[in-house]
């Protein structure tokens, strides 16, 4: 059973205006959550993380939200250009038990950034 | 910069043969991981190891190994690969024990089993 869902397959959004991309939790010990980005072909890279003790982390023109209550959060990318075109995976982490930095992912979102 | 390197970007295999997978990172960190991706499937975690020669099964061990003989080398292992194997293989490594540390992922390599 996936503990963390991305239930947007893909996404396609014009150059200049946000993206917005969604992610759904189930487990409440996740304190930690992760956004990577990946293209074809390349491993994922790390963009943007943030700690259960926020509700937002901010770096330059990418946002994560966090709502504990409603075991969600959002990447918003304001403003959105063609070079984002990505597959983006949210990733959460919990501390306790055996599985100590582990990650549990997404299956992730195809972002489609048009001129 | 950490940097997390895979023996090879694609591979062709045949059913039933051996294949080794070596993942070699350069930051000294004590976590390892394998994954597969598939299309729709997102990342899945085969293997992890903590420390050298430690391993833990992630959620789709079957039909895999793995060896950690050196911190830096974690070598994945498909005993008799099948065609359902046919995927992209990902390595990550992370630094410690610190809570939600970040993986850093290798390039990956895209398997071929005919």
């Known amino acids: 059973d996936q503990q963390v869902k991305q239930n947007s397959p893909s996404l396609s959004v014009q150059e200049g205006r946000i993206s917005i991309l969604n992610c759904d939790y189930t487990?409440?010990?996740?304190?930690?959550f992760l956004w990577y980005k990946k293209y074809p072909a390349e491993g994922p890279t790390f963009l943007i993380s943030i700690s259960s003790i926020k509700d937002k982390n901010e770096d330059g023109r990418f946002t994560v939200f966090l709502n504990k209550s409603a075991k969600h959060l959002s990447l918003h990318i304001v403003p959105s250009q063609p070079g984002d075109s990505a597959v983006y995976f949210c990733?959460?982490?919990?501390?306790?038990?055996?599985?100590?930095?582990?990650?549990?992912f997404g299956r992730g979102t195809q972002l489609t950034v048009w001129p | 910069d950490v940097k997390v390197t895979q023996s090879s970007r694609y591979l062709v295999k045949r059913t039933g043969e051996k294949v080794f997978l070596e993942c070699v990172q350069d930051?000294?960190?004590?976590?390892m991981f394998w994954y597969r991706q598939d299309p729709g499937l997102g990342l899945r975690l085969i293997y992890f190891s903590y420390d050298v020669k430690m391993k833990e099964k992630g959620d789709i061990p079957e039909g895999y190994s793995v060896s950690r003989e050196k911190k830096e080398r974690f070598s994945l292992i498909l005993e008799s690969a099948s065609t359902n194997q046919t995927s992209m293989y990902l390595c990550?490594?992370?630094?410690?024990?610190?809570?939600?540390?970040?993986?850093?992922f290798g390039p990956g390599t895209r398997l071929l089993v005919l």
């Open positions: 487990n409440s010990m996740f304190d930690y």
């Open positions: 990733a959460a982490s919990a501390d306790r038990g055996s599985t100590l930095g582990r990650l549990y």
């Open positions: 990550a490594s992370s630094g410690g024990t610190v809570i939600g540390e970040t993986q850093y």
């Open positions: 930051m000294d960190h004590e976590n």
